[in-house]
């Protein structure tokens, strides 16, 4: 069974929304760091929003993302959401979600660090065309 599972994805016009979901597992949930990733074909992986799941809910966005997208979690049920408005064909990738536990908080440096991760899932692909 999947640690961490991703849906939502879809092809939707330029100027449209997704809603991304990420459901992880309890030992990948509690006091961890989760965020989101994407990778578009030829590019390397890079990080779109990241959220900590206790307390204050520290959260830190690619400046790709800032004023666009936001990340939640629903913490009951485990699961972390990137809300993405007013897409364009540059957002198009395969979107991933990724745990990084167990940690005291979230940091800027976790959208950059990929090797703090401790466990992904295997993606959602996002396309952005007209």
């Not at 989760?34 to 809910?57: D, S």
């Not at 940690?103 to 440096?109: A, M, P, R, V």
Request: charged letters at 20%.
């Amino acid at each position: 069974q999947a640690l961490i599972q991703e849906s939502g994805g879809g092809s939707v016009q330029p100027g449209g929304s997704l809603r991304l979901s990420c459901k992880a597992s309890a030992s990948s949930y509690d006091g961890a760091c989760m965020g989101w990733f994407r990778q578009a074909p030829g590019k390397e992986r890079e990080g779109v929003a990241v959220i900590y799941t206790r307390g204050t809910e520290d959260t830190y966005y690619a400046d790709s993302a800032k004023d666009r997208f936001i990340i939640s979690q629903d913490a009951a049920k485990r699961m972390v959401f990137l809300q993405m408005n007013n897409l364009s064909p540059d957002d198009t990738a395969m979107y991933y979600c990724a745990a990084e536990y167990p940690t005291s908080t979230c940091y800027d440096l976790h959208l950059t660090r990929l090797g703090w991760w401790n466990e992904w899932g295997q993606g959602t692909q996002v396309t952005v065309s007209t």
